[in-house]
């Protein structure tokens, strides 16, 4: 027997048929949609399936009393909402498809901005993309391209709503295995254990201490032996004060056993060390400079922790700031790291580098061929760990001193400044390639550390650049110190002004354009933001593949693009991309 549903409750003419279980003795009824409701014509609203299912169900329902088996009609009443839901979203598919049709028509691609870090200057690069126009409207599943500070609202599983339709969005849904400081330390550890490297030849001395983690006990435990260890004061009554330790961070003692949490050295390293025992508490999840204190006790690392748990007062940013109203952080996880107290200086004044890095698409990485010099407003000194603008370098807390921008501009130096000074002061130093090639040596492992983590799900159409920052001891030794998602692109600097747009614009070139190419070919692909002493037909970014299964290179031997076929491009490079990296200086590698 058949239950017959027809009517033209859609804006599609339709009839369908919904087997029903066999009612004994009785003849089913074919139901269609009451006169005084059909449509007269395709203009008028048409009635909604859930409606048509009530009216529908009241007319089953009137009839139940005369059936024999009263289950039947719900079983019957289950079916045909089946049937009803499958004609719904069969009709909502329809009119995205017609939408999808009507958005593939526009001549132009469809960008969206999250506001702050300086989003204008992501503007501007867009802008001279005659292809592309900016969207207020963040919810819509019609932007081509996305851009915010921060991953949360990104719906990676819906990048690709069918064959025809693409969005691309500015981070990889598992960045925070690079951009969080905890993951990326235990990143680095297991790629170092199983390669048989030690860690802490790349990275200081670091503790975490995670108290979501069941293993907290342990980690807290490893820590405060080491620090008393090394500590020019010990601890008196140590097992004793361990337990109000653990106690006042509400820390669950657990039955000790085996297992290995991280590497502990033999000893510190000797520009690690000095005469204040200096130590860096950072929450693991934020970036320029926040959260970041300089202690030199045991005592004081507790109570900022305590203070964490609860909610620590501190100015986040500008608009905070102005207002004076206190942001209250939240933190469950910290790295504690060993100052590296003995630093190379400039002027008596400390100082970080920063390098940007792109992961593509296609999970190629490249290499930003200039960075920047980040110096800070105070002589250095270990006597005083309060101030901020003697330890820490980010402009986000350089800029709100008194003396930012007095010896430099931005308080910047460029890649060329740095080896001028070097030259004047008899240093016989080559930076690049003493300095940056060890950079790119700790990007490479740091990407082939999480090289199966980072795009885990296989995202389509995901890109980012990453901020890097390094720091140079006395020994002239590179450190690698934290890496950064979404970094500054504050243009704080005569500096920042000529290389941050390159930067974008290049960066630019090797995504968006190769996702969405431009419909109006140019002859010559020249960038429009120059740079001194490079080619504006010149791409600034060095190449490292980071593929899978294939052979991995080396980044710190470069491979000149002499001959054609020693170039391995993108798969999706178009030809006018593909002219454009031709003359790129190329390392070979993946990830």
Known sequence: MFLSVSGSGFHMNYRQEVRLPKLQGHKVQAYSMPKHRQLN??????????RFLKYLNNKVQSQAGVYRNPGAVQSSMILIAKQMKFCSDQHTHRQKEKSIKIIEQSNEYKYNLGLGNNHELVQRIMDTRGDWQQTKDNSSMFVNFRWQQWHRGYKYDRLILNNQYKQMVNHFENHPELSNKQYLFRNLCSYCEQNKLNVYDSVPLTFVLDFKDDSVDQQFTQFVKFFDKYAPKKIDQMAKKLVEYKKKLKIPVQPMNDKKIQPIPNKIPKTQNGNQYLWLLKPTFLNRGQGIHVVNDLDTIISLICEYQEGH????????????????????????????????????????????????????CYFFKEGYIRTSCENYTTDDVSNQFIHLTNNAIQKYSDKYGEFEDGNQLSFDDFQNYLNQQGFNIDFQQNNVAKMKQLVWMSMQSVKRKLNLHQRKFCMEIFGYDFIIDQDFKTWLIEINTNPCIEESSG????????????????????????????????SVFPVNKYSNTESLWYLSHLQKRESIGNLDSPKPAAKQSAIVLPNQLSQQTQQYQTIIPIYQGDL
């Open 41 to 50: 014509s395709p203009e008028e609203k048409p009635i909604s399936p859930d």
């Open 313 to 364: 007062q501190t100015i986040e940013d500008d608009d905070v700031k102005n207002n004076k109203k206190n942001n209250n952080i939240k933190a469950n996880s910290f790295v504690i790291q060993k100052y590296i107290e003995q630093p190379f200086l400039i002027n008596q004044r400390k100082f970080d580098i920063r390098v940007w890095v792109l992961v593509t698409q296609d999970l190629h």
């Open 495 to 526: 500096i920042l002004k000529m290389l941050l747009p390159r930067m974008l614009d290049d960066a630019f070139k090797l995504t968006i354009d190769v996702i969405f190419p431009p419909k109006q070919k140019l002859e010559i692909n020249e």
